[in-house]
């Protein structure tokens, strides 16, 4: 059986098995038995690549990833208890509708590149809605769509970072070329989630200033970040987690000093069963993803083999820039894994002769696609932690997110057919 489809079926068992026994650890877990075996792997061969991913010299962006998640979860929740939390929604619902603030909210997480973020916005969605009106469901919607508006170009994005390293356009021109999605999902999360929020009565409205200071721990995350980038890059090349994560901890010092939490809460906190349940979610999509990448018996790894079977079946190279990406990240649910595996094949599908307008229609086309299935991939992390927040289905969430992601990429293709086309 192709490749292809021990992909396609080791993501579907992942769905059908979280919607039966709503245990999202056994899901993921499943899926990736069925796959790493499927594909070829022995139970030595499987061993090692569970053991590479946390028992090796390599393993060390694992356990900062796992740590930056236990973080960003501590985080949210002394922001919770300490009552910030209350007071950034408070104050975004009193100077905005709550049509616009519960968009706002998930947005200005999104511009932290931190795996699981959404984790961290889908509390202050649910503040929004005080009296309950608005459906789980919807809420976990809005929750994942705009808190990823800003990645088809925010530098601070591995994957984009990544993209632009590959593609070799000056950043100005991928952040240009990319910035239209960010419009289109906007609007395209207005017509299919926003607009479906009750609207509010007439209320007065509050003071831009009383937003600020509720932002602060993320101000300080966010320079923090910055400033470690930009004056001790090793750190980032330690592992590409790190950096955020100081971020994050300097945040919790930062809110610790200005609204101290006694230590019996910070026992409370420390201690939540929940949050050491998601680290261990995040963990085995870790490994899920380490077998995409792993080498196979025959010395293929799966997108490698993925590429030559796909190329064998005579499919046309327009086709393959949009199914490499989009299977890739379907498979793999990060944007740095699909842009990693993927781009490189796709650019070079373009042609040496292409000109600068095709070479970036290329681009756009194949980062679109990748991005569409990264919004239905059951293994990313933010739709997961994001169910796992509202108490809502995976799989009902993927059906719903389907209608939505479609368009966006038909907007994709668009954006790509003028610049091929028209500039």
């Not at 959404?118 to 649910?126: E, G, R």
């Not at 792993?294 to 190329?311: F, K, S, V």
Request: with cysteine; glycine share 6%.
């Amino acid at each position: 059986m192709p490749i292809l489809f021990k992909i396609i079926l080791s993501l579907l068992l992942i769905m059908l098995v979280q919607h039966f026994s709503r245990n999202l650890l056994m899901a993921i877990s499943a899926g990736t038995i069925l796959l790493a075996f499927w594909a070829g792997h022995s139970i030595h061969s499987f061993g090692a690549v569970v053991a590479a991913n946390f028992w090796s010299k390599n393993s060390f962006d694992t356990y900062m990833l796992l740590l930056m998640i236990l973080l960003i979860i501590w985080l949210s929740s002394q922001l919770s208890v300490s009552g910030v939390m209350n007071d950034l929604t408070r104050s975004v619902t009193g100077v905005f509708s709550r049509r616009t603030a519960i968009a706002i909210l998930p947005a200005l997480i999104g511009m932290l590149p931190m795996p699981g973020g959404a984790l961290f916005s889908a509390p202050l969605v649910d503040d929004c809605d005080e009296r309950k009106e608005i459906p789980p469901l919807l809420k976990t919607k809005i929750n994942f769509w705009f808190r990823h508006i800003w990645e088809y170009w925010w530098p601070l994005y591995p994957g984009v970072i990544l993209a632009i390293a590959i593609t070799g356009f000056d950043p100005a021109l991928f952040m240009a070329t990319m910035f239209p999605m960010t419009l289109l999902s906007i609007a395209i999360g207005y017509f299919f989630f926003l607009r479906k929020i009750p609207k509010e009565e007439n209320k007065p409205r509050g003071r831009y200033k009383d937003v600020l200071l509720p932002l602060l721990p993320l101000v300080v995350l966010l320079i923090s970040y910055v400033i470690i980038q930009l004056v001790c890059p090793i750190i980032g090349e330690k592992s590409r987690y790190l950096p955020m994560g100081i971020g994050v901890a300097a945040a919790m010092v930062s809110q610790q000093l200005l609204r101290p939490l006694p230590l019996w809460k910070w026992l409370n906190i420390m201690s939540s069963r929940k949050a050491f349940f998601m680290v261990g979610i995040i963990a085995v999509i870790r490994v899920y993803g380490a077998f995409i990448q792993a080498e196979l018996p025959n010395g293929e790894n799966i997108i490698a083999q993925l590429r030559t079977e796909m190329a064998g079946f005579g499919i046309p190279p327009l086709l393959l820039i949009i199914l490499l990406p989009f299977i890739a990240s379907l498979a793999s649910g990060i944007a740095v894994g699909y842009v990693g595996a993927s781009m490189p094949i796709v650019m070079q599908l373009a042609g040496n002769d292409a000109s600068t307008a095709q070479t970036v229609a290329t681009a756009v086309l194949a980062y679109g696609s990748g991005y569409t299935a990264l919004l239905l991939s059951p293994i990313h992390v933010c739709l997961v932690v994001t169910n796992e927040h509202f108490g809502t289905g995976l799989l009902t969430s993927i059906r719903r997110m389907l209608l939505p992601s479609l368009v966006l990429f038909a907007g994709i293709c668009l954006w790509a057919f003028f610049i091929w086309k028209i500039l």
